[in-house]
């Protein structure tokens, strides 16, 4: 790498975007949920620029060096969003504006139904009777997500900058990179901010198109292609369901506004209580759709495949943000079931099946990482099980506000969405880290390459199939790669739950309170209960593991020694978001972030939260829930890590140094023994581990033995029947126009005579007739 | 003030011309010709009945009638000249393929 210096001229462009918003905001006088549609439409105005101008300046030395091909417009757009979201976060958070107006800007009139209704005997057609309304819909878990989903898509965009931009196999085509990216963004921002149902499913379907069109970034792969095409049509069966859903609200309440519908879940349309029964099955399908975008068993498939992706990708759509959009789908129905307001009692059912998704797949995807040797296939199952939990932490509240626990509803809820928020920051950074790590093999592998083609005369070596994510290939990278290291460190003791950084805070109350569900309330929640408290050993088990594998012990290929942190933009988000995971989500937690994202009458973020979650995480009053606590930081904090420890830990190679900051955990890790597990590894059950417990295949074979056939049938319909009409048309009619060639003279005088005289019959016709 | 009817009797006149020529005429510019002066005999008419009257619609409808037959005539031209460059005559007499 030869360049290492810092490129911070070229931020000049994107002054004028940051400058938007404080000038709304002194010199226009607005408000600042008045610019809050800006979040959208300026993103939405820059995509096209960036796909046209790459397109005309393809190859252009400026467009490529100084605007990064389009990777500085997104930055900047991105940026304005950002900027914009902070400034409502403020208005709302410290300038303590409240959510009294739930809409708060007045839905621009979009699009007007003629309603058909039956009344009695006869059907009535009102004109104009529903329209759809472009608005804002802002509470507490808005204004976290999208805080959420700015900061990181500001992030790593920047991060994309380094990443993409310094890979020669990216040239020339990162403006779709980046058109795809800010698209997306587009997408997520408008989810979040969506008013009514309709809108979060269009702005969700604009993210599985791009989330499709960016696996697919380098479609000329096989493989990439075909995780594409996975993620798009299982995520697509959920979001038939998901639509199934929205249907059946509507004609429970006749509209799909949130102000209309949340106003009074327990009235639907025309005044008539709403059945449990019927809202059951609203509920369940669009719980289906949060299933699939989510990757929760059973449709979990695509997230794995969907690494494919460039790094960054997988960083913002596939673990920080488009995954977190069926938890907020999740989100939305608490109103639906929340008995202390207006909810509708019977819908336990309903919050049991959350939580059972929720544990199964948590534990699931735990025990699949611990196989992977793909550095970025263990973030995807760690992520998988993170979001499992906060599934299983959702339907716990769910169970808890359908039967009037209403505190214990709202903490839970709480703790899931700061879950969210902690996973998000933590998850965006390690995959960030993880495309660090695999960025700098992968021009070390170059290097090397390059050095032994120079010095050696046998060529075509075995070079061919390298791969720059597996974890074998690595060890010892702590200290060629300080930062990623410490980063990594940090993200993955946030996932882990140690106690005091950002995850704990949130995980502990999610574990305590379905916990308190099963002990309390509910015996069937025993089993997510156990999975997800089994889950929390296996989690330090894999993450410890993952970066024992890469960043302790003696390097294991002669790569590592030419590894170098070099690449521009690369490091400052990582330092970024180290802070905000090891300091922030211990800040927020202390502020009672768990209270405000949970309770909607907790309008402000206070000290008073700060003895309620240190006793709640520490000494809980019941006895059996302090047991649990202090299991879970056992064998989170101490089993997982040390087994990983005695299979991969170890020193560094004797002469080499890591900062101080991640050297005791590799020192740590070397005292424990080693333990040999080769045995392990060849079982039967690593095997099952390893095809994933075979259910792509069992999807595979369905799919070979339905859907297959069945496309074939209708290809040979196509074929023959409906082709073969058209095709019997043609033939026919060219035949007889042959025939009727044959009376024809074939000469165009003939022709006009005719004409002139059939005009002059048919004026003597009607000269006759009128006379 | 010229009588509209004699005008009308003069667009029956050039009509009947260019009817005879397009019959008759065996070079396909001199029938193209002829079709226009048909339509122009129709605009005549139109514009006899325009001033008979004293409505604009009829000068409206030959302003639009002038303006399809420059387009019209554009096409004529473009069909004759990809008629030559095929069949290497513009005779109508030898362009009759369309027997069978």
Known sequence: MSDTKNEWELLVPIIPFLLVAPSLKFLAGWESVEAAFLIVVVPLLTFPVILVLGQLYNGNETWKHRYKEGGIFGLGALALSLSIAIWILYDYIVGSAHFEAHSVVDPLSWLTFDVIEQTGTQWEVSTGFYDIGVGVWIDSVTLMLLFVATFLCFLICWFSLGYMNTDKINEDSNHRFYGEFVLFAIGMFGMVLADNFLWLFIFWEIMGLCSYLLIGFYYWKESAAYAAKKAFLTTRVGDVFLMVGLLILYDIYGSLDFEVIFDDPSTGIGGVMVESGELFWALLMLFIGAVGKSAQFPLHVWLPDAMEGPTPVSALIHAATMVNAGLYLVVRMVPFVDIHVNGVAGLEDFALIVAWVGGITAFMAAAIAFVQNDIKKVLAYSTMSQLAYIFTGLGAGLLFLNIGEHHAGYFVIGASMFHLFNHAMAKGMLFMASGSVIHEVHHAHNHVRELSEKYSTNEGDDHGDFDPQDMRIMGGLAARMPVTATAMMFGSMSIIGIPLIGGFWSKEGIIAETWKVCLEEEPLMFVPALLVLATAGMTGFYMTRMWLMTFAGPPKSEIVGHVHEATPWIKEPLIVLSIITAIGGFALALFGATEYLGDPEYDHLSFHGIFYTLEHAFLPEDINLRLVGWITILIAMVIGPVMASRIHGGRLIDGVEANPLVSWLVDLSSRFGSQDVSELADSQLAEALQRRLYFDDLYEMTLAKTAIPLAELSAWFDKNVIDGIIKQIVSNSSSGSVKVRGITTGNARDYILMAAVGMLSIFALLWGVSA | ?100
Do not use: P
């Not at chain 2, 004699?6 to 005879?20: C, K, N, P, Q, Y």
């Not at chain 2, 065996?26 to 129709?42: G, H, R």
């Open chain 2, 1 to 100: 003030m010229i009588e509209a009817s004699w005008i009308a009797g003069l667009g029956v006149i050039l009509f009947s011309i260019g009817l005879l020529g397009a019959f008759t005429r065996k070079n396909t510019i001199v029938v193209l010709m002829c079709i226009e002066v048909m339509l122009n005999a129709a605009n005549l008419n139109f514009v006899a009945g325009a001033s008979h009257y004293s409505d604009v619609d009829g000068w409206v409808f030959t302003a639009i009638a002038i303006a399809i037959a420059a387009a019209e005539v554009a096409i004529g031209l473009a069909i004759l000249l990809s008629l030559y460059s095929t069949q290497e005559t513009i005779s109508l007499d030898e362009a009759n393929i369309l027997r069978n």
